[in-house]
């Protein structure tokens, strides 16, 4: 060490310095630095931005304005996220075509690369929720029961119990979630569509809203059980009176009028 | 064989059933009582069969409802779910609930038997209003069948609240949300709701009791009031006979039709298990009230499309379509947007329990009626019953109006409207429509007897005019045309007596005249063929 100090003036001690230092910070980022495809996925991800662009000015603008500041057709897009993007071109809502009470679900006309190209673009224009992984939407693992008190308390008032929909005000609805992509439905909670509220991950952590899909998944999918036979909607008392009075009773009368036949019959004879 | 010197005047029974029969006709006096009441005559009309329809469910109903007396907790004690249905794996429950789960996973048949119940439920209420329908239209509730009529009508009530009971015994999130509803129309009574409710539920909503006291309530109070009223009802329905529609050979004084026994027993036997039947069959397929999808109730959930089953839609009706109005006053709220609907719920329902006894005001039609009529013969009758049905109905509509904006893409709002409005418009309108029809189908009548019933045959006469042939109506057709009686209405005589003073008339005579006119007057029947009439036409050739 005596010998490093009694050199340290020497007056290429600054160049030796330096060239370890610029060594040592080479090394560094040629190990830390991100590898190549890191670099590819950056610009994949700003050609995605550009390709949604496109597709944001031909489908989009028109309602959402040239840069997703919103117009008096449609509000604006920034801050949504990628998800809220997601959700509603993925269920067919966006494009919206005529107005009316409720912007109505239709066949999505976009590719999932299309959607998250769109997405990826609105997600540029500022934070907001992003596209859920298949983790956390996945309804493995989760507990259904819990998901069913959640449901219960958070969605059942516009949802019914079991998700078959029900009537908000002026023709508008919450819809049907049989069917509805388990993705779809952690973006809707996410994101709060039209008149649903949003559930943001501090009023519903994300186990929570796994939850909720495991739920759905037990009682609303086609693999749910019907231990009662044909379930007539699952929609309450008014479909079981409709058929009480439709079958029910309709067959009583037919029963009651096929039998006073009977002994007329036999008596005129 | 002591029997025999004793009674030596009776021919030994030898076979088993005789000796039964003679054992029990010693001590009950059987003998005499079968006499008279087996031979009994029941008219045969499918109508007829509408009063047994309800009588089985409601033998349904008990039986199915002590077998599920056998598993069910009335009980508010909070249990944690462990059974087979995993999406309700460790959630808190009362026992009424957990239990209701245990009869309808674990018990055997409980799920069968639990729906059984329900849909015999729903099906005996339907039964009921159409029966007492049939009654109301045909006037079998003239004297001296009036009292009948109102055990009739109390069976009705009490079959309602029952079924109201029953449906919120399981405690789950629904029939909690419909007790809930309850609890706020009793707490929308001025000055004693609050006492009320906190009478009814032993505390705050929705405390421990209730489950436990609608069990009693369900279980014990109501259908045993109603197999009182039910006995009372057929004994009455014994004694006075069954009606009967008009027809020849068919008077007041006597009854066509079967006797009790054999044939008829044997149909009734029959159609008991046929009603059963279908019962069973529904219930085997098709799903009713699946607790299981609702979870148990708090009252911090709820759903949307929560209505009452179908008998209470009308009050479920009345109070969705009311506007909230509210009067606050002197730190007090009363809640008209509850207490209206509340109010007019019985009234909607007595409207139809006095109208036999409105009708025998106004008419002054005091005697004894056996023969029923045809609808079309009374048409304020059948006008006003159309109108009472159409406002249940209309009501109905405002108590389904969630599910009915679903499934037709409607406006909750527009369909409230309408309610709204019908509730007013539409029995009116029902009213003047079927008022219409009525003496449309009399002139029909009128004209069949006179000129006799087109055949649909075109006769081509020698000097080429075309005549559709028209056939004389049968012996027995024409009765059935021309038997009723088509009363005056009530005359309060001339305004002035013969000295010319103004003769003096109580205001509720004057009513009683005007409305008599209305029911009897020249805008409420067409005149039915005189026998001049039909001898002038049917003596000269044929058709015109
Ligand atoms: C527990 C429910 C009821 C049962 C089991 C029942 C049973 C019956 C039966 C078996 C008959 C004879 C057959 C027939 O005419 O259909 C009858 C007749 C009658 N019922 Fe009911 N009924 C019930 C409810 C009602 C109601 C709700 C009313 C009206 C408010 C009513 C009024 C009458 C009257 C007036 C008759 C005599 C009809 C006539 O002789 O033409 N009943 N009932």
Known sequence: MKKLSARRRHPLAALVVLLFALAATGGLYAALAPAPKAQADDSAQSLAITQGKKLYSVGCATCHGTSGQGSTDGPSLVGVGSAAVDFQVGTGRMPA????????????????????????????????????????????????????????????????????????????????????????????????????????????????????????????????????????????????????????????????????????????? | ?????????????????????????????????????????????????????????????????????????????????????????????????????????????????????????????????????????????????????????????????????????????????????????????????????????????????????????????????????????????????????????????????????????????GFFFLVFGVISAIAAMVTINPIWTMGPYRPDQVSTGAQPDWYMGFSEGLIRVMPGWEIRAWGHTLVLGVFIPLMIFPLVLMAIAVYPFVESWITGDKREHHILDRPRNRPVRTGFGVAWLTLYFVLLIGGGNDIWATHFHLSINAITWFVRIGFFVLPVLTYWITKRICLGLQRRDRDKVLHGRETGIIKRLPHGEFIEVHEPLSQQQLHVLTAHAQPRPIDLGPEFDENGVARKTSPVAKLQARMSRNFYGENSAIPKPTAEEFEEITAGHGHH
């Open chain 1, 97 to 269: 075509q005529q107005p009316g009470a409720q912007i109505p679900k239709k066949k999505n006309i976009y590719t999932q690369a299309q959607i998250d190209q769109l997405a990826a673009y609105i997600a540029s224009l500022g934070p907001g929720p992003v596209v859920p992984t298949k983790d956390q939407y996945s309804p493995a693992g989760a507990d259904a029961a819990k998901g069913g008190e959640l449901f219960r308390t958070n969605c059942s008032q516009c949802h019914n119990f079991v998700g078959r929909g029900g009537a908000l005000t002026d023709g508008k609805f919450a819809p049907s979630l049989k069917g509805v992509d388990p993705k779809h439905v952690y973006e809707a909670m996410q994101t709060g569509p039209q008149n649903m509220p949003s559930f943001p991950d501090t009023t519903m952590p994300q186990d929570a809203k796994a939850d909720i899909i495991a739920y759905l998944h037990e009682v609303d999918s086609s693999s749910s059980p019907n231990p009662g036979g044909f379930t007539l909607g699952t929609i309450g008392p008014v479909s079981e009176g409709l058929f009480a009075w439709v079958f029910g009773l309709g067959a009583m009368i037919a029963i009651a009028v096929w039998m006073a036949a009977r002994t007329s019959k036999a008596k005129k004879s």
């Open chain 2, 1 to 269: 064989m002591s029997t025999t010197t004793e009674s030596p005047s009776r021919r030994q029974a030898t076979h088993p059933g005789e000796r039964i029969a003679e054992w029990t006709d010693g001590r009950l006096g059987l003998y005499k009582l079968a006499k008279s009441n087996l031979r009994k005559i029941f008219p045969d009309h499918w109508s007829f069969m509408l009063g047994e329809v309800c009588l089985y469910s409601f033998v349904i109903l008990i039986l199915t409802g002590v077998y599920l007396t056998l598993f069910f907790h009335p009980s508010m004690s909070e249990v944690v779910y462990h059974g087979p249905y995993a999406p309700l794996q460790g959630v808190r429950m009362s026992d009424a609930y957990a239990s209701t789960m245990h009869i309808s996973f674990e018990v055997r048949g409980g799920l069968l038997v639990r729906q059984i119940h329900h849909w015999a439920a729903l099906i005996f209420i339907a039964g009921m209003i159409v029966h007492m329908m049939r009654v109301f239209f045909t006037g079998g509730f003239r004297k001296p069948r009036e009292i009948n009529w109102l055990f009739g009508w109390t069976l009705l009530f009490l079959g309602m609240f029952t079924g109201f009971t029953g449906y919120s015994l399981p405690d789950d999130l629904l029939s909690g949300t419909g007790v809930r509803f309850m609890e706020g129309a009793i707490l929308s009574t001025p000055l004693i709701g609050t006492y009320l409710s906190m009478f009814l539920f032993g505390g705050e909503f929705p405390g421990h009791d209730f489950v436990s006291r609608f069990y009693s309530v369900h279980i014990l109070l109501l259908p045993g009031l109603m197999a009182g009223l039910l006995t009372a009802h057929l004994i009455l329905i014994f004694y006075h006979k069954h009606t009967q529609f008009p027809g020849a050979g068919k008077t007041e004084k006597n009854v066509v039709g079967t006797p009790l026994l054999p044939i008829y027993t044997a149909k009734a036997g």
